[in-house]
């Protein structure tokens, strides 16, 4: 979440066109007639002036423009020298279903330079984040105060992968319930309780960091991930997982999340579509 790769320009251009086909479709979505009756004069009146609108009223039902929260992030983009560690045919696999659900509750863990793109694309959501690094939180946000962040803590390291993964076999770590109140030792606990109060219908596990033996790794963010997606009351959680090139990311995912729930694989990020078990408790914790 924190390269500080530079832009090329050619990804540059990628990137931009990506938003702009973003804004085109939600405008010519927007343009579409409604089957609602017809706005009163009165009404409009109010909205908008005639000056501004009269002539596309002969075109369509009512003005529209580009969203606020679009804007920004189509300004901040162009004018950034950095790069999502996403590449843009990753960031695809996200955007599609993002397009398909949103305005959604979406689940974050980890904040960076990619952070205004996700709010963007889940337009009238609500987008959290969660964040190891007190610092970065700090620093991302002096520039982009909109986002939404809490700063959470970890216990584990990665060099304790393989005996955590030991742990996530036994019992006690295959009961669905609310990660509060869970008996497994890879269960978070320390979040805000808003984020277990609220049920997401995306969650993205792109942190925290995992590159290095004494990282913090992800393996009990995968797993609460997962916890709190069978734990909702109905429906199903879209949930991706970032860099399963390698070994805990790609091990805990398949183990936690279940290879019966993967919906998709582009290069280093993976999709679950992972089903409420509350409302079939007899559901297996895989598939």
């Not at 863990?109 to 963007?120: E, I, K, Q, R, V």
């Not at 497994?184 to 609220?198: Q, R």
């Amino acid at each position: 979440m924190k390269s500080k790769t530079q832009f090329s320009i050619n990804l540059k251009l990628i990137l931009l066109c990506f938003v702009f086909l973003i804004i085109l479709l939600f405008l010519i979505r927007s343009s579409f007639p409604s089957s609602q009756p017809p706005i009163p004069e009165t009404h409009l009146s109010n909205s908008t002036t005639t000056s501004e609108c009269s002539s596309s009223l002969l075109l369509k039902p009512s003005c529209t423009k580009t969203p606020p929260s679009l804007a920004n992030a189509l300004i901040h983009y162009a004018t950034t020298n950095i790069t999502p560690q996403q590449t843009l045919k990753e960031i695809s696999v996200s955007a599609r279903v993002l397009a398909k659900k949103s305005p959604c509750n979406f689940l974050v863990f980890g904040l960076g330079h990619d952070s205004l793109m996700w709010t963007s694309l889940n337009h009238g959501g609500r987008t959290v984040f969660l964040e190891e690094d007190k610092a970065w939180i700090e620093q991302i946000l002096q520039r982009l105060p909109s986002l939404e962040s809490y700063h959470v803590s970890y216990d584990t390291k990665v060099h304790q992968a393989e005996e955590l993964m030991k742990i996530g076999m036994a019992e006690d770590c295959r009961v669905v319930g609310d990660p509060r109140f869970s008996k497994c030792h890879l269960a978070l606990k320390g979040f805000p309780n808003e984020v277990y109060d609220i049920e997401w219908d995306l969650i993205m596990v792109d942190a925290p960091t995992g590159y290095h033996d004494d990282a913090p790794g992800r393996m009990s963010a995968i797993y609460t991930a997962g916890l709190m997606a069978r734990n909702r009351e109905e429906g199903e959680t879209d949930l991706f997982v970032h860099d399963v090139d390698r070994v805990v990311e790609d091990k805990f995912s398949k183990a936690f999340l279940c290879e019966g729930y993967l919906s998709e694989q582009e290069g280093r990020i993976r999709h679950f579509n992972i089903p409420s078990h509350r409302t079939r408790q007899e559901r297996p914790f895989c598939p």
